[in-house]
Structures are given as structure tokens and as C-alpha cells.
Nanobody, 116 residues
Framework: QVQLVESGGGLVQPGGSLRLSCVVSGSIFSSYVMAWYRQAPGKQREWVASINSGGDENYADSVKGRVTISRDNSKNTVYLQMNSLKPEDTAVYYC??????????WGQGTQVTVSS
């Protein structure tokens, strides 16, 4: 069973930056499509960014230009670099892995709070 562990969340002031990490267990990480989602209080979980096995990146319009997703296959880790953070970025951020057979696994989430 694939396990995902996120880290890097915290409290940051508006305009600040954070880098989230997600470490994935398993030997075929390089073949996974990895994605970040977020869920703000009282709202549905929404997709933020994704990166496929070839390194192609996609971003939600709400974060485009401020967020970069990347992966290090040697460390079984996917990152989410977030810059110019806004209060509306406050949410629990979740990492998702989609395997070659379409199986999906989620992490437990990490809280990001943007506030002065």
C-alpha cells in the first residue's frame, strides 16, 4: 500500500512563501502522476497542481504564476513551492498519487495558514 506523508505547512504572513513536501513510499514513484489539492474550511477540496511522470506540470488558474510543483524521483518526493501567498490560500493541503493502474492514494494533509 502506498503511503504519502506531507510536511512543510505552517503560519506565514501575506506575501510570504512556503515549500510543501510529500514523501511517497513504494518503488515505482517515478511512474506516478502526483498532485496537490487543498481544502479550505467550509469548502470543497480543489485541485491545485499536478505533475506527470514526464515532468509536465499543470496549475489551477488561482495559483498560476505563484506556485511551482516539482518532483525528485531519487527521493520519492513531490514539492509545492508557494510564493506571494494570500489569505485565500489558507487551507489544508493534500498530496495525491495516481499509479499506472489508476489507483489513488492520499496523504493526511498539512495546514497552511496565511495571516498577519
Amino acid at each position: 500500500q502506498v503511503q504519502l506523508v506531507e510536511s512543510g505547512g505552517g503560519l506565514v504572513q501575506p506575501g510570504g512563501s512556503l515549500r510543501l513536501s510529500c514523501v511517497v513510499s513504494g518503488s515505482i514513484f517515478s511512474s506516478y502522476v502526483m498532485a496537490w489539492y487543498r481544502q479550505a474550511p467550509g469548502k470543497q477540496r480543489e485541485w491545485v497542481a499536478s505533475i506527470n511522470s514526464g515532468g509536465d506540470e499543470n496549475y489551477a488558474d488561482s495559483v498560476k504564476g505563484r506556485v511551482t510543483i516539482s518532483r525528485d524521483n531519487s527521493k520519492n518526493t513531490v514539492y509545492l513551492q508557494m510564493n506571494s501567498l494570500k489569505p485565500e490560500d489558507t487551507a489544508v493541503y493534500y498530496c495525491k498519487a495516481v499509479g499506472p493502474a489508476g489507483t489513488t492514494s492520499w496523504g493526511q494533509g498539512t495546514q497552511v495558514t496565511v495571516s498577519s
